[in-house]
């Protein structure tokens, strides 16, 4: 009685009733924050006094899936969610929830929205959702495929690096390298800079392709530096190797002349 009074003074009519006043309550939006920091339906103290929570089965259609869950009367579409998350593997924010016609929100509990043991609920995938994954494989996708070109010109920076490095000790230790080395290497190198350059990257793929031009560019200037220091090496002295052709030993042939006599025994004198 005093209820209705209070209604009166307060200008509604005096045959008012409480679902009515509890409507009213949920269209004007009284919310509050959970500790979570969840925005919820804002309960009043009398409206849970002496209320029981029970664990309701819930229907879910999801297209042509049909799933069945148990939640308590209290929770909120939030909740349902969350649990649904682990059964279709839609993140929440992904998940839209219908009931009687109208979607909720998260924010929204079972009991005062009318939710029932055995009620049905309709579960539909956020069409902007759908498109923010499908955008979202698509990066990923070009992300993998940068990561690999990029790891492939890895692979050929290493090689040139050792062959810089091998041509930096040999001119340390005041050999001449010839040019043509230098210049071959250095034009390799900047066709891998160039590989580089054409690879659209992003994110992680990004850094690592930054990482890689640093390193080109590093063996360039070294190869730069060496090519002035070794001009400055004295060239070499080149042996090679003559074979000198020895020609046989001239047989001694003498004439005989009129004056040499021949011996008692036959043999040649003064030879």
């Not at 148990?70 to 649990?83: D, H, L, N, R």
């Amino acid at each position: 009685m005093m209820k209705m009074t209070s209604g009166y003074l307060h200008g509604h009519p005096k045959g008012s009733s409480m679902s009515t006043s509890s409507s009213s309550a949920d269209e004007a939006g009284e919310w509050e924050m959970r500790p979570g920091g969840m925005l919820v339906q804002k309960r009043s103290a009398s409206s849970t006094a002496g209320v029981t929570a029970l664990n309701l089965r819930l229907r879910i259609a999801h297209g042509a899936i049909k799933l069945e869950i148990s939640v308590s009367s209290q929770a909120t579409f939030g909740e349902v969610k969350k649990i649904l998350a682990a059964e279709t593997g839609l993140h929440p924010a992904e998940q839209r929830l219908i009931f009687r016609g109208r979607e909720r929100r998260n924010g929204e509990y079972l009991d005062t929205s009318g939710v029932k043991d055995r009620s049905k609920l309709v579960l539909v995938q956020d069409p902007v959702s759908i498109e923010r994954r499908f955008i979202e494989m698509r990066r990923n996708t070009r992300i993998q495929s940068a990561l690999r070109a990029i790891s492939d010109v890895s692979v050929e920076v290493d090689q040139l690096a050792e062959q810089v490095s091998a041509i930096e000790k040999a001119t340390a230790t005041g050999n001449k390298v010839r040019e043509v080395q230098i210049t071959t290497l250095i034009e390799i190198l900047m066709r891998q800079a160039i590989k580089l350059d054409g690879i659209s990257a992003e994110g992680d793929a990004a850094s690592l392709k930054n990482l890689q031009e640093r390193r080109v560019q590093k063996c360039v200037e070294t190869l730069d530096m060496l090519k002035i220091s070794n001009s400055k090496v004295a060239k070499p002295a080149i042996v090679t190797t003559k074979w000198e052709t020895f020609d046989p030993p001239r047989t001694a042939v003498h004439q005989i002349s009129p004056s040499q006599s021949w011996g008692n025994n036959n043999s040649l004198i003064d030879l």
